[in-house]
């Protein structure tokens, strides 16, 4: 009596493990990619407005933005590789190990194994922090029910390194273009810099909001934090740029 009921939540059928697999497919890429440009959209922002606190060039305000997006795309797209590659590699190791150790648990055995005693975990050096993809990919095992058919299924999920990579770069180019724009268009020192905050903001709000809804968090606090935490990043980086242009006109 007691078996049939806990061996329910350990044997999903086929249908529902399709299904699920499909929505965390479709996520996955689509929160991995805001995050990837909210990455862009605010480190490149915030160097922009550094130079432009130092220098009120507007040539230098655009260099910088294009070195740092440029810089900012290809570093995130070999860390996404390296990420993915590397967990896909200790997923397919842990999963077949996991998988042929509970053929020999009994019912009470595998209903008490935590989330944490099994998980793999990447080194130190491939911590997935910096990895878009791999924040959701991880975030999402945590809800993958545990069955046999885990072995095929979580491979399947899993992305693919070269196009983790290549979205991540192009995600974080697409979010540094925001304020690149205005800086572009705008030749007057204080309208420019007004414009590139205000601009920023507004894609601040829209990204952390639309991530949250996505993610099933709170949209307004998200969005809140999210425009928070920037406004201080940048706020942060042109005030520390700022006593430079004061002792290059000193000069």
């Known amino acids: 009596m007691a078996s049939s009921q806990t061996q329910e ?11 699920m697999k499909e929505r965390i497919q479709r996520g996955q890429w689509i929160r991995a990619a805001i995050l990837g440009a909210n ?36 570093s995130m797209a070999v860390g996404e590789f390296v990420s993915v590659s590397t967990q896909r590699d200790i997923q397919k190791a842990t999963t077949s190990t996991n998988c042929e150790g ?15 005693e099994t998980e793999p975990k990447l080194p130190t050096i491939f911590s997935p922090g910096r990895s878009p993809m791999m924040k ?10 545990s069955s046999s058919e885990l072995r095929d299924d979580l491979q399947e999920v899993l992305p693919n390194p070269l196009k983790a990579a290549a979205a991540s770069a192009l995600a974080f180019l697409c979010g540094s273009f925001v304020p690149l724009l205005p800086a572009i268009l705008f030749a007057r020192y204080i309208v420019r810099i007004v414009v590139i905050a205000m601009v920023t903001s507004l894609a601040l709000v829209l990204f952390g909001g639309f991530g949250a809804h996505l993610g099933g968090s709170p949209v307004r606090v ?17 005030g520390l740029l700022k006593p430079f242009d004061s002792e290059g006109r000193n000069d």
């Open 9 to 19: 939540p350990c044997a999903p059928d086929h249908e529902n493990l399709e299904m």
């Open 39 to 74: 990455d862009g959209l605010l480190s490149t922002t915030s160097l922009m407005l550094g130079v432009g606190a130092a220098k009120e060039d507007r040539r230098s305000m655009v260099l910088s933005g294009l070195a740092g997006a440029l810089a900012g795309a290809c």
């Open 102 to 116: 509970v053929m020999k648990l009994d019912i009470t055995s595998v209903k008490e194994t935590k989330l944490h």
């Open 136 to 145: 959701v990919v991880i975030e999402d095992a945590k809800t993958f029910p």
């Open 222 to 238: 998200s969005a809140v934090r999210v425009l928070v935490g920037g406004w201080i990043a940048m706020g942060v980086t042109y």
